[in-house]
Nanobody, 121 residues
Framework: QVQLVESGGGLVQAGGSLRLSCAAS????????MGWYRQTPGKQRELVAV???????NYADSVKGRFTISRDNAKNTVFLQMNSLKPEDTAVYYC???????????????WGQGTQVTVSS
């Protein structure tokens, strides 16, 4: 079994910063892309940022220049540094990883349980 455990969410004032972490554990052979998504009530889950195994990053236009995604491959962990936060960044943030549990296995998609980020104005 594979688990993704997120931490670092919370309440912050507009203009402030938060750092999210997500650690993957369990039966892991190889991890490909890792990313962060967010969702607000009544809306679809949207991509915030993604980083490939080789370190290539991609961001939603709404967070470019404010958020930075990074990863520590030795610890199977992905981070999201969020600066200059805005009230519209308020959402539940989900970690995502595409990984193999065995060398001969398929790439599968895994999600964390979500962490709440609330930005007050």
């Amino acid at each position: 079994q594979v688990q993704l455990v997120e931490s670092g969410g919370g309440l912050v004032q507009a203009g402030g910063s938060l750092r999210l972490s997500c650690a993957a554990s369990g039966s892991i052979f190889s991890i490909g892309a890792m990313g962060w998504y967010r969702q607000t009530p009544g809306k679809q889950r949207e991509l915030v940022a993604v980083i490939t195994g080789g370190g290539t990053t991609n961001y939603a236009d709404s967070v470019k220049g404010r958020f930075t995604i990074s990863r520590d491959n030795a610890k199977n962990t992905v981070f999201l540094q969020m600066n200059s936060l805005k009230p519209e960044d308020t959402a539940v943030y989900y970690c995502n990883a595409i990984l193999k549990s065995a060398g001969w296995g398929a790439w599968n998609n895994y999600w964390g349980q979500g962490t709440q980020v609330t930005v007050s104005s």
